[in-house]
C-alpha cells in the first residue's frame, strides 16, 4: 500500500461527492420544459493526440473546422446563443436528447456527468457522458463567491440552487462565466450509471480520480470525513471514473448514488483527506 502523495510533497487533498441527478422532463418541447438537453453535436472534431505521442494519453484536443483550420469549439455562451438563433454563424444544432425545466438542474446534470430524466408517465431516460466541448471547468461556486453574491460557507450545490431562484435575472452570467459544456448520449441499459471504464458505479464505494496520478480500476484506501461532519469516513474504494473537475494527486470525488438523497450528500461533501493506492507487491509503480 503506497501514500498517495502531491508532488509538493504534502498528503492531504480535496475530497469531495457526486451523484446521479433525476431531473423531470419531456421528449418534446412543451409549456415549462424548455431546456433543451443536447446529444453530441456534427461539427465537434476530437483529436486523440495519443496517436502521434503516447505521453499525451490522457490529453484530446476538440474543436472545429474553418475551412482548414481547427478552432476552439463553441463555448458554453456561444452554444447557448447559436443555439437559440441569436445571431453570429451557427454550428451545426446538437441533438436534442430531452427537453427539462429548470437550467440550473441541467447544470448541475452536467458538472455529474450522467442522470436520469423522469417523464409524465414515470418512464426514466438514462443519460451517460458523450463528449465535451474542449473547454475548461470554471466553479460556479467559485464565482459567486468571488462577486460576493454568497459567502463561501453556503457555496454548496443546495446554497447556488437557492442563490438562482432569488436571482433569475443575473443567473445566465453565472452559469455562462463556465466555458464547459458536456453532452449526453443515452443509455439503453437499465444499469447504471456508468464511469470512466464502461462499468456501473456502486454508492459509496466508486471514486473519481485523476487518470494521470491514480490508475483507472485501482483500487484505494480513502480516510476523509463525512459530508459537513468530522464524522471519519475510511473504507476501500475503487479508482472507477474521472471528471473535469477533478486534477491531481490528491483529488477525489466520492459517488453517492442516485437521487435527492445522494445529492444532498454530494452537495455537502468538500473534505480533506488522504488516499493509499493498492499495487501488488514486486510490480513498478504506474507512472504519470
Known amino acids: ?98 427537453w427539462v425545466e429548470d437550467p ?8 455529474q456527468g450522467s442522470g436520469q430524466i423522469e417523464l409524465d408517465s414515470g418512464e426514466r431516460i438514462r443519460l451517460g457522458y458523450a463528449d465535451q466541448n474542449g473547454h475548461p471547468y470554471r466553479s460556479l461556486g467559485r464565482y459567486l463567491v468571488n462577486n460576493a453574491e454568497l459567502p463561501l460557507e453556503q457555496a454548496s450545490m443546495q446554497g447556488i440552487k437557492a ?6 435575472a443575473k443567473l445566465a452570467d453565472a452559469l455562462n462565466a463556465n466555458p464547459s459544456y458536456v453532452f449526453f448520449r443515452l443509455l439503453d441499459s437499465a444499469e447504471g450509471p456508468f464511469g470512466a471504464l464502461g462499468v456501473a458505479l456502486t454508492p459509496g464505494y466508486s471514486i473519481a ?28 474504494v475503487v479508482a472507477q471514473d474521472t471528471g473535469g473537475a477533478i486534477r491531481g494527486a490528491l483529488r477525489g470525488d466520492l459517488f453517492w448514488g442516485s437521487g435527492e438523497s445522494a445529492g444532498a450528500l454530494a452537495g455537502r461533501m468538500r473534505q480533506s483527506g488522504r488516499m493509499w493506492l493498492l499495487w501488488p507487491r514486486g510490480e513498478p509503480l504506474p507512472k504519470k
Open 163 to 168: 442563490w438562482a431562484r432569488t436571482n433569475p
Open 1 to 98: 500500500m503506497y501514500s498517495i502523495t502531491a508532488p509538493d510533497g504534502s498528503q492531504q487533498g480535496l475530497v469531495t461527492g457526486y451523484y446521479e441527478p433525476i431531473l423531470r422532463g419531456r421528449r418534446t418541447i412543451s409549456s415549462g420544459y424548455r431546456v433543451p438537453v443536447y446529444g453530441v453535436p456534427q461539427d465537434l472534431i476530437v483529436v486523440d493526440l495519443a496517436d502521434l505521442h503516447p505521453e499525451l494519453r490522457h490529453l484530446r484536443l476538440r474543436g472545429r473546422l474553418e475551412g482548414r483550420r481547427l478552432l476552439p469549439y463553441w463555448s458554453r455562451a456561444e452554444i447557448e446563443r447559436r443555439a437559440l438563433g441569436a445571431g453570429g454563424e451557427a454550428p451545426s444544432k446538437p441533438p436534442v436528447l430531452a
Open 209 to 236: 480520480v485523476d487518470p494521470r496520478f491514480v490508475p483507472l480500476g485501482a483500487p484505494v484506501f480513502l480516510a476523509t470525513t463525512m459530508p459537513n461532519s468530522p464524522e471519519s469516513l475510511e473504507r476501500l
Open 104 to 111: 440550473v438542474e441541467l447544470f448541475f446534470l452536467q458538472v
